[in-house]
C-alpha cells in the first residue's frame, strides 16, 4: 500500500515506461554522463556521432575500371551537440535576440577552437577554451586539422528530429562536402571575374533595392526569400558587407544575427500557427583552405522548411522535381510578402493562459 499521507497531497509519480530527456539539466544521456545544470547552452560530443575521430583505415586500389568509377574517400571528425538553452520547449521562434546570442557566441567559439593556426582567419578569432562538456568529458579538443564545419538544426519531427528539446549540432569533418564546396567554387569564380567584388554581396544589395523579396532587414543582415527558391517558404539570411565567418561578427554583429533568426523562426512559427519545421544551416569559410578560398567566402544562413499550404500540407520533391529539377509551387515573391505579414508577437503568446 502506498504511503497514507499520499491520499491527501498533490505529487508526481515516477514511470518507468517513459524515458527523461537526455538534453535537460541534471539528466543522464545515453552512455551515462551527467548534464551540468547549465543555464544557457550546453555542447557535448554527440553520444551517437555519425563521425568519428577514430576509425579503421582505408586505402582504396589503385589502377583499373574500379578506381575510376568505385571510388571512396575516408572521412573522419567530431560531431557535437548544442542544448540552445535549459528549457524542454523554447524554441527559436520563443526566443528573444538577448536569449539567442549565447547560441551564435557558442557557434563561433566552437568555429574558433577549429580553425587551422595557418588560415587568415585566425589572426581575428579571438583565443578561446571549452570547459570539460560534462560528467567524465574531456574539453573540447579535436585530434587533427578538420577541412569544414557544418553548424545545423533540425526543427521537428518532419526533419528527422529525435528529440523535442530545442537543440542543434555540429559537425566537423576532414573533406570539403558537396554543397559548401559547389558554393564556393562558385564565390571564387565571380570574385575572380568581377574584379573582387563579392556575389552574395552583390546579390544583398541587389535585393534591399528592390525588396520585393526581402522578408526582414537591419544594418548588418538581410533575410529574404532567394530569387532561386526551391521549397516554398525558403530564406537566406545573408550578410549586407563581406563577412567570411562568425569570428568576423562583433558584439553588435552578433546582435543583429540574432535578430534576424529570431524574425525568421517568429514568422514561420505564425504563418500556419504551428512549430513550423525546418533544416537551417550556416555555410561560412572552410576551418582550413587557401587565402583565395578564406577570402572568397561568405557567411550566410540557408533555411529549408517543407510546409506549403497549412500546418499538415507539404511539399514533396518527388517526380520530375526528383528526376529533372524543383518546381515553384508559389513564388518567392509571395513567399516573402507572406512572411512579411507575418511578423509581429508569436501567436501562442497571445494565447490566453
Known sequence: MPDPVLEDISHRR???LLESCYLCPGNHRAQDDVNPNYEKTFVFVNDYSAVKEQQEQYEPESGGLESQLLRAEAVTGKCYVIAFSPSHNLTLADM???EICPIIKTWTKLYAAHLSPRSPLASVASPTTFPPLGSGEAAIKPQAQYRYMQIFENKGAAMGCSNPH????????TGMPDEP???LRNLQSYRAQNHGRHMLEDYARMEADKEERVVFQNDAFLALCPWWATWPFEVMIVSKQHMRALVDLNETGRE???EAIAEVAR???NLFETQFPY????????LEGTVAEIESSYFHIHFYPPLLRSATVRKFLVGYELLAEPQRDITPEQAAMRLRDCGGELYRKKIPS
Not at 530545442?166 to 569533418?173: A, F, S
Open 96 to 98: 528573444s535576440p538577448k
Open 279 to 286: 533544416s537551417m544551416g550556416v555555410h561560412q569559410a572552410p
Open 267 to 269: 514568422g514561420y512559427d
Open 166 to 173: 530545442p537543440h542543434g549540432q555540429i559537425w566537423t569533418v
Open 256 to 258: 543583429q544575427l540574432a
Open 14 to 16: 515516477y514511470n518507468p
Open 181 to 183: 564546396a559547389s558554393e
